[in-house]
């Protein structure tokens, strides 16, 4: 839960306990579209379209075999699903027909909310944890939980100025990219070690044994971003990648 008083509470997954904003204005969610001057015939267009074509891959069928059922040509679906054009009455009555539900589930895109994060720069939320240690900064670049991808994605900036007493090795669920920003690491993915640096990137299966194995050159600036399933979420082991904090 996202709250812009100033905090972020954990619902599960990899996060860690608090997150604290550093400045208060640094995240700016849109959940209206008329705000932002969105034409919302379009944007009811490209939702009907998103939805019949998430059920018609759900149901494993394709595009030609939705459109003979439906008794609308090809061209016709592919416009639908796209957006391009605005159906009539009768055509979606003949989609929903075909696809097995009411004709209202077809809006259901357009009446969710989309959020979107916007964060300038310096201006991430600060990652608060005990043990936190001197010269070693996490900075969350944005976080939305609920979402319709059903997949939970959480960017770092990770910067590291002083050594660290032990490099620990982590695994948990889903995948991970680095990006190298300054700096030079060693690592470990697996039984493969990386000497990364800036412009270099890294991205594995995050269940695999991986960590750095040695901080060349220092300090170390780098994007880490974790992806898992929203309804499977990530080992707790994760919070602290780079140090117990």
Not at 110 to 127: C, D, I, R, S
Not at 205 to 227: F, N, W
């Given at each position: ?6 905090s ?47 059920i ?21 679906l ?50 608060e ?12 670049l ?72 040695e ?6 600036r ?22 117990r904090?």
């Amino acid at each position: 839960m996202t709250d812009l008083s100033g905090s972020v509470e954990q619902s599960g997954g990899m996060l860690p306990q608090k997150l604290s904003f550093e400045h208060t204005n640094a995240f700016v969610y849109r959940h209206d579209a008329a705000k932002n001057h969105i034409d919302e015939g379009g944007r009811l267009q490209a939702a009907i379209g998103r939805e019949i074509r998430s059920i018609r891959v759900r149901y494993g069928l394709s595009a030609t075999e939705l459109a003979s059922a439906a008794g609308i040509s090809i061209g016709m679906l592919s416009k639908v699903e796209h957006g391009s054009i605005s159906p009539s009455l009768d055509t979606l009555q003949a989609l929903s027909s075909a696809l097995g539900v009411s004709p209202t589930a077809l809006f259901r895109r357009y009446e969710e909310n989309y959020n979107a994060v916007f964060v300038k720069a310096g201006q991430g939320l600060n990652v608060e944890q005990s043990g936190t240690r001197a010269g070693h900064h996490y900075d969350l670049l944005g976080y939305i939980g609920s979402n319709t991808a059903g997949v939970v994605v959480e960017p770092y900036l990770v910067s590291l100025s002083q050594p660290l007493d032990e490099l620990p090795v982590f695994h948990h669920d889903g995948l991970e990219l680095l990006y190298i920003l300054e700096g030079e690491i060693l690592y470990r993915h697996d039984s493969d070690l990386y000497r990364m640096k800036p412009g270099d990137s890294l991205f594995f299966d995050a269940s695999a044994p991986h960590g750095p194995c040695e901080l060349i050159k220092m300090p170390i600036r780098l994007l880490s971003v974790i992806s898992y399933r929203a309804a499977g979420q990530a080992m707790d082991g994760r919070r602290s990648k780079y140090g117990r904090r």
